[in-house]
């Protein structure tokens, strides 16, 4: 069965500060997707990353950067340089795709406070 | 850039209450969906759509939710007689499924509906 693990309810870190979000999945296709959303007070979810299962690179975009590794399950996000604007709720995702549909699962989320 | 539109972006209804919530998707989209976040937890997979009929939908999507696409343009949710515990953020999405290539991702959610049963 699909899951999405995402150990820290939690963080809190000063402005400036690098800090990582971590998330273990489960799934036994070979073929998925992995997401991040961050969703601000405001409510929606914006859409930051989706990797596919055969492309293991990590990816930097500005602040941000991934790195997903196969062998341990794991897409892990890190924001370096934090600053206020990235307190948010931050949802690590997974999808099998079907040819009926391509739902994701989510994980429970990390509340990511940045402190000024 | 293409969005999917929710409308109302909040509704306050009477518990009992037949609510409906609207979704325009993306033009070519042919998959759609809805999902729900109870305030402060997780976005949970509600129910999928394709071809007119649903594909998946999940132990939460009972008897008194349902689901349409009345007019080719319009997904909307139903859910018959409303309960306090129905309140929460639901989104729709929708999802072109060819559009998986790198660098080209078609599944979008829209801005979601708070729904507040009193």
């Known amino acids: 069965a699909q899951k999405v693990t995402q150990a820290q309810t939690e963080i809190s870190v000063v402005e400036k500060e690098d800090v990582t979000l971590d998330c273990v999945y489960e799934?036994?296709?070979?073929?998925?997707?992995l997401f991040w959303y961050k969703q601000p007070p405001s409510g929606e979810l914006v859409f930051l990353i989706r990797?596919?299962?055969?492309?293991?690179q990590n990816e930097i975009s500005g602040r941000y950067s991934w790195n997903f590794q196969k062998s341990t399950s794991s897409f892990n996000f890190t924001i370096t340089a934090s600053q206020v604007v990235d307190s948010a709720v931050y949802f690590c995702?997974?999808?099998?795709?079907?040819?009926?549909?391509?739902?994701?699962?989510f994980g429970k989320g990390t509340r990511l406070h940045i402190l000024p | 850039e293409p969005e999917v539109t929710q409308t109302p972006s909040h509704q306050v209804t009477q518990m009992g209450q037949e609510v409906i919530l609207r979704c325009v998707p993306i033009?070519?989209?042919?998959?759609f969906y809805w999902y729900r976040q109870i305030l402060g937890q997780k976005v949970e997979f509600l129910v999928s759509f394709y071809n007119n009929e649903i594909s998946e939908k999940s132990e939460i999507f009972d008897d008194q939710f349902s689901v349409e696409r009345p007019d080719g343009s319009n997904f909307t949710l139903k859910i018959r007689s409303t309960k306090l515990e129905d309140s929460a953020m639901y989104f729709c999405?929708?999802?072109?499924?060819?559009?998986?290539?790198?660098?080209?991702?078609?599944?979008?959610f829209g801005s979601g509906t708070r729904l507040t049963v009193v």
């Open positions: 799934t036994r296709d070979t073929t998925y997707y």
């Open positions: 990797r596919n299962s055969f492309d293991e």
């Open positions: 995702a997974l999808s099998e795709p079907s040819n009926r549909d391509d739902k994701i699962i």
């Open positions: 033009s070519n989209h042919l998959y």
């Open positions: 999405a929708s999802s072109s499924l060819r559009d998986r290539g790198p660098g080209n991702y078609g599944y979008t």
